[in-house]
Structures are given as structure tokens and as C-alpha cells.
């Protein structure tokens, strides 16, 4: 079956620099969620978006923006980046039915490292 | 905000004994609570959920309690392996699909052979 895609998998940035990570849902999936993960840590929600519109944002700095495109795909745009924002992100997707939730699926994850 | 605790944050057990993670949540509107399992450097998988409206959900080794009054639940993995090593984090989250989902800060499961 197929699964959430993520690219790249790996990104090596310096400080100050600007990073684009993107994200590709199960197909059907109408529902993109991003997650940023440290070392040791619980994954922490950053933004959410259901049918192209953001739905809900988390402990996303402000330097972060997110979208969601007409096709469901959805890229995180990290701009002035900083030490601290070396991390895994992860994108989640769901798919939606009424109020129903169902259940979320995450991606391979994308290692960001900022030097 | 939703609140989840999770306890223990490590756990070790011997092969073939059994395992238990207890969670809290704080948002009373919260009906629905994922166990993700997550090794090394992968993803956070999904190994097991429960709505609001169920008490209890097993699948083969694992099972999952909830106590909607006390808002608790529990996950229980019976005759563990050594690939049942990972950390487990539960979680909450809200009725609609695009509500997040609030991770506990995790258990490090160690099963020794």
C-alpha cells in the first residue's frame, strides 16, 4: 500500500539559511500534519491543514510557514534557520469522513541538521 | 491545552514477561487515543487505537484499556519479545480528523532476552 512520502530525507543547512520540506499523503488523504521531533523528545505538532486550508497550528515558530497545494501535497518552509532547529520533521496524513477521525499515517520522516 | 502524561518513561522486562504504560490526558473532549511504536531514527508507527465509545481493544499481544471518567488508559503488550523494544508514545486527540494529536512524552521499553 502506499505510504506518506517525504523529501529529502536528509538535509544538511547552515545557520541563517533556507530550508523547503515536502510532503506527499496517502492517496485520498485529506488531512497533512507536521511534526518537528529533537533527540529524546516526543514528536510536537507544528500545523495541520484539512482540504488546502490550515486547520489547526501548533509550537510552529514564526520563521516557519506551511501549505498545502490542490494536489494534497504540503511543504514546510523554514527560513533564517537556527541551531536549535535540528530535528526530525515528520509529516503525518489522515483522511476524513463527516466528523469521523481516522487514523494518522506518518512519513519516513525528513533529518534536518543545521551547521 | 491537552495534557498527556505518560508513565513509566523506561520500562525493562524479561522475555515473555508483560508490559504496561499508563497514560493521562487532560481535555475531556478527547475521544480518541493511538499507541504509536517508534525505533531508532523510523517513523512513529501506529500499533493500536481506541475511541471514546469502547472500554477495551486487544490485538493478538497487545491490548488497550480506557477509563473515560478517570481519564486513564492503558496499554498492555503480554508475552514481550525482543523486538518489542522501541518507545511507545500515547496519544490524544480531539473528534474531528484535522484535530492534532498530542503525544505523551514517551516509555523506553527494554525486553531482555
Known amino acids: 500500500a502506499a505510504g506518506v512520502i517525504q523529501s529529502p530525507r536528509h538535509l544538511i543547512k547552515e545557520k541563517r539559511e533556507t530550508a523547503t520540506l515536502k510532503c506527499y499523503p496517502i492517496?485520498?488523504?485529506?488531512?497533512v500534519y507536521w511534526y518537528q521531533q529533537g533527540p529524546g523528545q516526543d514528536p510536537q505538532f507544528l500545523i495541520s491543514?484539512?482540504?488546502?486550508?490550515?486547520?489547526d497550528k501548533g509550537s510552529i515558530p514564526d520563521r516557519f510557514s506551511a501549505q498545502q497545494f490542490s494536489d494534497y501535497h504540503s511543504e514546510l518552509n523554514m527560513s533564517s534557520l537556527e541551531l536549535g532547529d535540528s530535528a526530525l520533521y515528520f509529516c503525518?496524513?489522515?483522511?476524513?469522513?463527516?466528523?469521523?477521525?481516522?487514523?494518522?499515517?506518518f512519513g519516513p520522516g525528513t533529518r534536518l541538521t543545521v551547521t | 491545552g491537552e495534557n498527556v502524561e505518560q508513565h513509566p518513561s523506561t520500562l525493562s522486562v524479561q522475555e515473555g514477561d508483560s508490559a504496561v504504560i499508563k497514560c493521562t490526558y487532560s481535555?475531556?473532549?478527547?475521544?480518541?487515543f493511538p499507541w504509536y511504536k517508534q525505533e531508532l531514527g523510523k517513523r512513529p508507527q501506529l500499533i493500536i487505537d481506541?475511541?471514546?465509545?469502547?472500554g477495551e481493544k486487544k490485538d493478538q499481544r497487545i491490548a488497550v484499556t480506557l477509563n473515560k471518567t478517570a481519564k486513564h488508559f492503558s496499554l498492555h503488550i503480554t508475552e514481550t519479545q525482543p523486538e518489542d523494544s522501541a518507545v511507545y508514545f500515547c496519544?490524544?486527540?480531539?473528534?474531528?480528523?484535522?484535530?492534532?494529536?498530542?503525544f505523551g512524552p514517551g516509555t523506553s521499553l527494554s525486553v531482555i532476552p
Open positions: 492517496p485520498r488523504h485529506d488531512t
Open positions: 481506541i475511541r471514546s465509545n469502547v
Open positions: 481535555d475531556s473532549a478527547s475521544n480518541y
Open positions: 491543514f484539512y482540504e488546502k486550508m490550515q486547520s
Open positions: 496519544a490524544a486527540r480531539g473528534e474531528t480528523s484535522y484535530d492534532k494529536v498530542i
Open positions: 503525518a496524513s489522515s483522511f476524513s469522513l463527516g466528523t469521523r477521525a481516522y487514523e494518522q499515517y
